[in-house]
């Protein structure tokens, strides 16, 4: 069985646009810096997660490679992948 590891991840992110990753750089370091339990938060109102999203970059498909069949293969049978994962890049 295939797991999402680490390099998977870094792999699938490295497609990401320059301004994405900087986005996401950014934000990691936020969370480093100042620690939270975020799986212990309660879920956030629809204005709380507008007010947290205003400042992400808008994400255009358009941008990205699609998947190879074989980049699909390791996502659909990665977990925490959904069984319903459907290729739509």
Known sequence: MD????????QML???SS???KWLADHLYEDIALPRARHG???LSDDELA???????ALDMNDYKPL?????RMLVHSK???K?????L
């Open 14 to 16: 490295s497609t990401f």
């Open 51 to 57: 007010k947290e999203l205003e400042d992400a970059p």
């Open 41 to 43: 938060r309660c879920a």
């Open 3 to 10: 797991t999402l590891t680490i390099e998977n991840i870094y």
């Open 84 to 88: 319903n994962v459907v290729k739509w």
């Open 68 to 72: 190879t069949d074989e980049q699909y």
């Open 80 to 82: 925490p992948a959904t």
């Open 19 to 21: 301004s994405n990753k």
